[in-house]
């Protein structure tokens, strides 16, 4: 009966320390950082926004967190600012802001020890406001869509704490606007969007 209860106790402290070891393996993976960026953005093809803007530039902050065999999710805040190009496009509206939001799960891939990539897909939100030019108020418009990527990263230092980012995504825009004639609808309501970003990231 006691040589049963020792290997009893011995069976159950090797599971309880197998699984404490699979637990900590886990969460030493689990890593944290954050990036603030800067970004310019333009829209491609025959739309909207390609015709009405030139350009959007913009300034935000991202945070990623490592979950597990360099998986992890992350989302990033930019504020654009827009410049007109084309004012009878547009209307009676002043110059359009923007805040972005980029919800998406990334894979690291290491080149070097200096050196890193990471795949980016997910999804962006939009929320555009524009001034009406007699200051009556503002025209409002939401909307969103697919957004996929990539980030050159380059190690810093030689701890890993700090890295420069470049990245580069395509944004993928809808803002559903109804019209009968699918053509006008698809003009206004939908656009790829290319933008381009640097950023200092601190890892903790």
Partial sequence: MIK????????????????????????????????????????????????????????????????????????????????????????YLGAPSMNNFDWYVFHKDKISEEFFVEEILGYSTYRMKSPYLDNSGDFNEGNGGLNLGAKAIYVLDAEGFQEVVFGAKLNFYNSKIGNQKPDIAKYYSKATLLNFSVAYRFNF
């Avoid at 990623?64 to 998986?71: A, P």
């Fill in 4 to 91: 049963k209860s020792i290997l009893f106790f011995i069976v159950i402290c090797s599971i309880s320390v197998s699984a404490q070891r699979r637990k900590q393996d886990w969460t030493e993976q689990v890593k944290f950082s954050v990036d603030p960026h800067v970004k310019v953005m333009a829209s491609l093809g025959n739309n909207f926004l390609n015709d009405a803007f030139g350009y959007f530039y913009g300034f935000g902050l991202g945070l990623n967190t490592n979950l597990y065999k360099n998986f992890g999710l992350g989302v990033e805040y930019t504020y654009f600012l827009a410049n007109i190009k084309d004012r009878d496009k547009f209307g």
